[in-house]
């Protein structure tokens, strides 16, 4: 009479590899062992699901933040790599963008002018590191470019 109390013997397993020759007999219980496996995926998998939208959140808001060639839409590494571009041209562009603005207090307009007759051409001043600190308003026909 199986009143359930008596676990039911179904295979036998070793306990340890040196004595080989003990073994015991378990109740079989794939099912625990199963839903332990189920409830570890469904976590993991909801996991990767969070990390996935945050990321494709960050992505959306970059999106909307670079410049987009034509109004179309863009794919997650075109986003990516405009956003790399346009940060790599604003830092090598964004520190000296600052100087452009600046003249030496030792260059008067007068002096300025001056040069420009003496030189006919343009007018850079350039620090010890190599930052631009002044161009004259030359540099623009000289060389096509307004600084």
């Known amino acids: 009479m199986d009143d359930g109390l008596i676990p039911k013997i179904t295979k036998p397993i070793t306990l340890d590899k040196k004595n080989a020759d003990h073994t015991v007999f378990k109740e079989e219980s794939p099912d625990i062992t199963n839903k332990n496996a ?42 990516l790599r405009l956003a790399v571009n346009f940060l790599k041209i604003r830092h090598d562009i964004g520190v000296e963008k600052h100087y452009f603005g600046w003249k030496p207090s030792f260059i008067s307009p007068i002096l300025s002018e001056k040069l420009h007759d ?30």
């Open 38 to 79: 189920l409830i570890r995926r469904i976590s993991r998998n909801e996991s990767e699901k969070y990390r996935r939208d945050r990321l494709n959140m960050c992505i959306g808001q970059l999106g909307k933040l670079v410049p987009c060639p034509g109004g179309k839409k863009i794919d997650k590494s075109g986003i």
């Open 118 to 147: 003496l030189v006919d051409g343009c007018l850079v001043c350039v620090s010890s590191k190599g930052d631009i600190i002044y161009t004259s308003k030359r540099i623009t026909t000289t060389y096509g470019h307004d600084l």
